[in-house]
Each structure stands twice: as structure tokens, then as C-alpha cells.
């Protein structure tokens, strides 16, 4: 009976699904959009990118929500949606990647934590010194304990940390609408002054990784399915996080090319709206949303460290990952994937020591790591449209289904080309020593390890692995 209680007890509200999903995605990328963009792109190409990225993830939101509702049964779906479409390794491959996304998703937070203190002390330096990687992984270790002491606790933190910086970012929306200067924003809008960004095409592209890392977390509540008091808040709290994300990415990007030349926002250092905020009130504005920053990216952490654990937690469940991962204590927190998932962020913090531009090399790299498992999501509801699984004979919806999903597989696509084969063979490099967990399992279980043509998936990974390695020691490519 306790145990049942527990169990009640660990439920989260449609409100909490919601915030889990704002929170994972609302994080450190927001905070450095204006530079990020001023970098790469003017307001047109920011206008084209958001559209293309806008109605690619809604795609992909209404995929996540169609799939808690035909196969409700399917719990943390990034793993379990490919895996009933695809066979088990290309299951683990999603869920191995995901969770690795989700490790440098938290060394971004870590790293632009520790960037923004470096702003008012210097030791800190921009996020990667001797003394950031030291508190950082204090940090990291800290949160770990409070992860330990259960889920709703946590779900809660979060939802307390979502509100708090919802805040400031609507300030900040309210004090750049005010500030517009249609003027500026007419220079800004073709972002042409230097030649090798005349291209709006071209500029898109630059843009593409940055809009998937503000996107990533879309599937919060679909991860954490298995927690939801009613399995049509999952899908409910999936297209309702999105789209208000959205509003607040398009208006934060767009509003700051009316607020500083294009040339100047390209300049502002990490966090670059803390620069906007001071450019419009002067030096009180850029330590306000510095301090707004680290309420939002102590959340982001938090909803990431949640959803890494989970879904190596329900791969092990299904024995798909080695049994120590699918352990839970008193709690129901999945200890061994939180100490395993805590491992591997720590490791990647003291990569970053060696990382010229540690920060945008964690969020392109998050991207890069989380769009393969996102197309399988996409393709599978594809499939279950296309093969008109779970659908009665005649059903109005299917061609609805096949069309959205059809689109988010098309992007997912899209985005690893526009991604670049640099980004393809640093995350080789990742996938092929995961798959050393696969390996485990199926030896836990007795089983060979893969079927001819998984066989051939994993040597074409291991292959480019290979590759990314040389390419890395030869310096054809670098972090």
C-alpha cells in the first residue's frame, strides 16, 4: 500500500507536463540568441529560419501528440517510439543519442552559469577556466543529491524555476518593443554588409542548429509520459509548450534587430540579451537578465538532468540497456542512470577545457545528437499513418497524420544535411562507444548482438567514427 501511495504521489499534473516542456526548452539558447543570429543572419534570414524551424517542430509536436494518443501504451517515447517502429538497436541508437544530447545540453548550462559570473568575476573567465570547471562540477554533484530525493520534488523546482524566468523574458520583450527602431531594423533586415553573408540561403543554413538547440525538449512530457496523472495531458502539454516557446524565441530575435546594429549585436558577448537589455536601460538591465539567466538555466539543468536519467532509465526497463541502469531507489528515481548520465556530464565539462568556443560547441553538438533520434520519431508516425496501424478502415485523421508527420521528417532530415558532415562525424564518435551499452545488455541476456543489418548500421557508424577521429588529429576538423 505505501508503495502505491508513492506511486500517486509521483504524478504529474497537466500544469507540471506543461512547465516541463517550457523548462526544458527555455534555457541558456534565448539568452544568446541576439548574438548568435547578428552572427550569422539579418532579420529576413531570421524571419525564413524561424518559419522553416517554427512549422518543422509544430510538425513534430502534433507527431509527439498523436503518438501519446494512438500508442498509449508506449512509454518515454524518444526510445520507445523508435524502437516499436524500427527494431531494438535503432531503439537504443535514439535513446543513446538522446541521453547524450541531453549530457551536453547540461554542460551548455554549466559552461554559460559560469560565463555569465565570469562577466562580474573574472576568474570565472568565459565558462571554461580551472575554476569554472571546479564549481560547475560542484554544481553538478549538488543537483545529483536533490535529483536523488525523488521526482516530484524536482518536477516542482522546475515549474517554480519555468515561472521565474518567463518573467524576464517578457520584460525584456516589453522594454525592445518599446525601444523598436523601425529605422535600424530596415539596415538590419537583408544582414548583406558583408559579402560572405550576401546569401540569404546561406544564412539560413548558418541558423539551422542554433533553432533546433531552442527547440530541444519539445518531448519533455512525451519522455516523462509514464508520470502524467492522464495520458491526454501529454500530447496537450507538448503542443501548448511549443508554441509558447516559439512566441517567445521569434519576438526576443526579431525585436533585438530594432533595438542595435546588426555588427554590434554580433559583437555582444555570452549572454547577448543581458547587452540588448543594457543597450535599452543602461548597466542595471544587462545584471538584470544576467541574474535572469541563471534562475532560467538552473531550471533548463534541472529539466534535462530529469530527462536524461529517464530515458536510460526506461531503455533498461526494457532491457535494452544493461540491468544496472533500470535500478530506482526508495524514491523511484533511477539512481543508476542518474550516476551514469552525472559521469558523462562531468567528463564532457573537463572536455571543454580544451574547447576554443566550449558554448556553441555544446549546443551545436546537442543539436546534432538529438535530431537523429527526432527522426525516427517522425518516421515512425509516418509509418503508422502510411501502414494504417491504429487506424480504423476509412479514418479522416490518417491523411491529416501522414501529411504533419510526413513534414517533421522532411525537416529532421533537412536539419542533419544543413547541419554539415563535421557535426555528422563528431557524433559518430559518440554513438559508436555508446553502443558498448547495447552490447552489455545483450550480453546480460544472452542474445547476439545484432541482426545482419544491424550489424551493417553499427560498422557504417563505427567507420565514420573512425573518420571523425582523423579528421579531428589532422585538424581537418576542430572543437
Known amino acids: 500500500m505505501a508503495s502505491s501511495a508513492n506511486d500517486v504521489d509521483q504524478k504529474l499534473s497537466r500544469n507540471a507536463l506543461i ?24 532579420a529576413l534570414g531570421a524571419i525564413i529560419a524561424w518559419m522553416i524551424a517554427g512549422t518543422g517542430m509544430l510538425m513534430l509536436a502534433f507527431v509527439f501528440q498523436t503518438l501519446s494518443h494512438r500508442k498509449p501504451d508506449l512509454d518515454a517515447g524518444i526510445y520507445a517510439y523508435a524502437r516499436a517502429g524500427f527494431g531494438e538497436y535503432i531503439g537504443f ?81 516589453a522594454a525592445a518593443a518599446i525601444a523598436f527602431d523601425g529605422r535600424l531594423f530596415s539596415l538590419n533586415f537583408a544582414g548583406a554588409e558583408q559579402p560572405e553573408h550576401s546569401n540569404v540561403l546561406t544564412q539560413v543554413r548558418g541558423t539551422m542548429l542554433l533553432t533546433v538547440f531552442v527547440f530541444v525538449g519539445i518531448e519533455g512530457a512525451s519522455v516523462y509520459s509514464r508520470y502524467a496523472r492522464s495520458r491526454s495531458d501529454v500530447g496537450f502539454a507538448t503542443v501548448a509548450g511549443f508554441l509558447a516557446v516559439l512566441s517567445l524565441l521569434v519576438l526576443v530575435t526579431l525585436l533585438s534587430y530594432g533595438v542595435l546594429p546588426r555588427r554590434e549585436l554580433a559583437d555582444l558577448p555570452t549572454p547577448s540579451m543581458a547587452g540588448v537589455m543594457e543597450a535599452m536601460v543602461g548597466g542595471w538591465g544587462g545584471v538584470f537578465i544576467s541574474v535572469a539567466l541563471l534562475i532560467s538555466v538552473l531550471g533548463n539543468y534541472l529539466s534535462w538532468s530529469l530527462l536524461a536519467a529517464e530515458v536510460l532509465h526506461s531503455a533498461a526497463v526494457q532491457r535494452t540497456m544493461p540491468s544496472f541502469l533500470a535500478t530506482v531507489n526508495a524514491h523511484k528515481v533511477p539512481t543508476g542512470a542518474l ?141
Open 93 to 173: 541508437a535514439s535513446a543513446v543519442g538522446y541521453w547524450i544530447g541531453c549530457c551536453l545540453a547540461d554542460v551548455a548550462c554549466l559552461v554559460l552559469i559560469k560565463a555569465t559570473l565570469g562577466q562580474f568575476f573574472p576568474v570565472f573567465g568565459d565558462g571554461s577556466t580551472a575554476v569554472a570547471i571546479a564549481s560547475a562540477s560542484v554544481l553538478l554533484w549538488g543537483v545529483h543529491v536533490l535529483l536523488l530525493r525523488g521526482i516530484k520534488n524536482a518536477a516542482a523546482l522546475n515549474t517554480i524555476a519555468t515561472y521565474a524566468k518567463i518573467v524576464p523574458i517578457l520584460l525584456f520583450i
Open 339 to 479: 550516476w551514469l548520465t552525472n559521469c558523462v556530464i562531468q567528463t564532457f565539462l573537463l572536455v571543454t577545457w580544451f574547447a576554443e568556443y566550449a558554448f556553441t560547441l555544446a549546443l551545436k553538438m546537442t543539436s546534432a545528437m538529438t535530431l537523429i533520434p527526432y527522426l525516427f520519431v517522425a518516421a515512425y508516425g509516418l509509418k503508422l499513418a502510411w501502414t494504417g496501424e491504429c487506424y480504423r478502415a476509412g479514418e479522416r485523421a490518417r491523411l491529416g497524420d501522414w501529411i504533419r508527420s510526413a513534414v517533421a521528417t522532411f525537416y529532421a532530415a533537412g536539419m542533419i544535411y544543413a547541419g554539415g558532415l563535421k557535426f555528422l562525424l563528431l557524433s559518430s564518435i559518440l554513438y559508436a562507444p555508446g553502443t558498448l551499452l547495447f552490447l552489455l545488455a545483450k550480453r546480460e541476456r544472452k542474445e547476439t548482438p545484432f541482426r545482419p543489418f544491424e550489424a551493417i548500421l553499427f560498422a557504417a557508424i563505427t567507420v565514420a567514427a573512425c573518420a571523425g577521429v582523423y579528421a579531428l588529429s589532422t585538424g581537418a576538423i576542430s572543437v
Open 19 to 42: 512547465a516541463l516542456v517550457i523548462g526544458s526548452m527555455v534555457g541558456s539558447g534565448i539568452f544568446a540568441l541576439p548574438a548568435q543570429f547578428g552572427r550569422t543572419t539579418g
